[in-house]
């Protein structure tokens, strides 16, 4: 299994640029979360997915859209890149089962991205 | 005040140092979670527990639920177990909340 994958690893936008975000999981993991990580700060939410067609805003959604037309991906979106959005993206999926089980996440390597 | 706090911001240790890592949190929580993030900024989960104890290998992670707090010992500290320590509380949602991470480096 290849896990979560992301691309890319490295993006430069300029200010008002558009960009989609990759990731895939192979796992059959029916949540997967985005992640955005500043500098000293702790991971911060942005959107997650309980499974394919249901998405919900975290705690930092603004500047950003997902969507989840399959399990496997979850794409996530920029629309008008601006540089407060200069952060490191991580993807992360888990599974559960809805008994609650308490199961871990599973991490993409992450997306550097700097707007300019 | 944060949900998530880690203590110490930042540790260097001489290799074979026990290590202890502290994480408190102020909310109800289903869940932590034990995280490390390699300096080439890779995360790979250490556990996750909601009572007791748990080991594997040189790692120990115990909780307590009462008091709020879960601390991370590794014991035998190597060069290889310097990375970002990062703790993660589950609440009653769906979602974690993240501490802002330990970072332990181990002199050989």
């Known amino acids: 299994n290849a896990g979560v994958t992301q691309t890319p690893k490295f993006r430069i936008l300029k200010i008002g640029q558009s960009m989609t975000l990759q990731c895939t999981q192979d796992m059959n993991h029916n949540y997967m979360y985005w992640y955005r990580q500043d500098p000293g700060m702790g991971l911060k939410l942005i959107y997650y997915s309980v499974g394919a067609g249901i998405t919900d805003k975290g705690e930092v959604p603004n500047g950003y859209n997902v969507s989840r037309s399959t399990t496997e991906d979850f794409p996530l979106r920029l629309e008008l890149a601006a540089p407060s959005q200069t952060s490191v993206y991580f993807c992360?999926?888990?599974?559960?089962?809805?008994?609650?089980?308490?199961?871990?996440?599973?991490f993409g390597p992450g997306t550097r991205l700097t707007v300019l | 005040k944060n949900e998530v706090e880690q203590s110490p911001q930042n540790l260097t240790a001489q290799e074979g140092e026990f290590i202890t890592i502290n994480c408190s949190y102020s909310v109800g929580i289903s869940a932590l979670h034990w995280l490390q993030q390699h300096p080439g900024g890779g995360i790979v989960s250490l556990f996750m527990l909601s009572s007791g104890k748990k080991k594997h290998g040189r790692l120990i992670a115990t909780i307590n639920i009462q008091e709020k707090h879960s601390s991370l010992h590794i014991t035998a500290s190597h060069p290889r177990d310097s990375a970002v320590y990062i703790c993660a509380v589950r609440n009653y949602g769906q979602n974690f909340v993240f501490g802002p991470g330990t970072r332990l480096s181990v002199l050989p």
């Open positions: 992360a999926s888990s599974y559960s089962s809805g008994t609650g089980a308490y199961n871990e996440q599973f």
